[in-house]
């Protein structure tokens, strides 16, 4: 369940995590994937002609097609109603409420507790334009109701604030800043970390400067301050000091692109960070790092997209016995769009991220995602995912593997009304890895999602 949340780098368990009834548990994954699957194949049929995209006309005008965007992303876009005038602010809010039905959501190996959680999540966005400045407002709240297990009742929420200044037509400085209340679901029922859910704040600001023109070469130089404070939790024995995982991280990035015959793309990048921990609780997890990149984008008509990017990175601990961490990284991302109704994806991804092991800094990721969307009928999008997810962990000899298959069924009604269903099946196993050396545990669980969205 995607909150409009971005975090986080850890191996967590999902925000979507809850379930009514012992019935519920017993009902087999392959059955719930059968019965969505079902939904989209009785669908009425449309006519053959509707297969064959023809571009239309919708609330909020003519429907275009922009060069590589997602057809989630086309299907999303904004529909009458698209907001207000307030003054000079264009204000554009919106209200979601989701219902999911969670198998496991202490994400446990046995003993599955199930609940249904109700979210609901109002979100604004305010956008105000004054000769060569800008300034784009947005933010969010969202509080999630169980049904059974009323101590994981939690709320969070979002302010984000983004300013540019044209300067000149080839020079752009920008701001961007955020505050963020943000939730991590219980993975111990028996309350020894915690008697509910974990919580905790993140300050973001980010400054720096465009140079040049991104039709030809564009200077992209930016600094990145990080903060990030837990808050205090009580747990079977007494208050847990959470303490030693507040931190401070100050970033770079200066990211240099060249683009030619339109699409085409080339760039470096390099990336400085430093983190520096409040406490250090047995381990001195302080580090500085460093990550450069070379990468490419090649576009043929956006029918087929392909980026891809590889570099090195290297991140030096405090610990000595954490030492020294390098790691390549390699990205490659890749769509194609073999009519204008569907489109496939693909994504691999190795890095080496931090991550808040017990006895690790951090691990090796290794993830394949894949995507199909088609469009069964105008406004009606069915997407099919798959993710596979290995992740080593360095100093200790562990290893996770994840695995998620997502169904989902979005319609897009008019005067911006939408509803989704969707059916999810995560699992992870681990291999040489315990609580007590990683935190990383068993479990299976089945999701099933409904979701009403309106754009006032």
Known sequence: MDLFGDRCERPTRTAAEQCVGEKWQAVPPTLLALFVVGIALYWPAPPVGAQTYQRGTYESGLDTIVPGETLERRLGRPQLPTGAHLGAFWIRPELQLNEALDSNIFATQRGHRADAITTLTGRLFADYAYGSAQLTLDGYGAGHKYAVHSTEDAWEGMAHAIFDYEVHDDLHLVGDGDV???????????????????????????????????????????????????????????????????????????????????????????????????????????????????????DLNSIIVLNLESGYQLQNYDDPRFGSIGEPDLRVNASWWPTR??????????????????????????????????????????????????????????RIISKLAELKLQYHFADGFAAVVGYSFACQTSAGATEQTTGATNYDKSVITFTLKKLF
């Open 341 to 398: 109704l569907t489109m496939l994806s693909l994504k691999f991804n190795h890095e080496f991220y931090e991550g808040f092991f017990l006895t690790s800094p951090g691990a090796v990721r290794n993830q394949i995602v894949a995507q199909v969307d088609h469009e069964l009928r105008r406004r009606l999008l069915l997407t099919a995912a798959a993710t596979f997810e290995r992740d080593d962990t360095v100093k200790v000899s562990s």
């Open 180 to 298: 963020k209340r943000l939730v991590d679901p219980r993975s111990d029922p028996t309350g020894l970390s915690g008697l509910t859910p974990t919580t905790y704040q993140v300050y973001e600001g980010k400054a720096g400067a465009l140079i040049g023109h991104a039709g030809r070469n564009l200077l992209d130089m930016r600094v990145r301050a990080l903060r990030t404070v837990y808050d205090s939790l009580i747990g079977l024995q007494g208050p847990i000091d959470t303490t030693d995982r507040n931190l401070t991280e100050v970033y770079g990035d200066a990211n240099f692109a060249h683009s030619f015959f339109g699409q085409q793309k080339v760039y470096a990048r390099i990336q400085p960070d430093t983190r520096i921990y409040d406490r250090n609780s047995g381990f001195q997890r302080n580090s500085n790092g460093i990550r450069a990149d070379l990468g490419g984008t090649l």
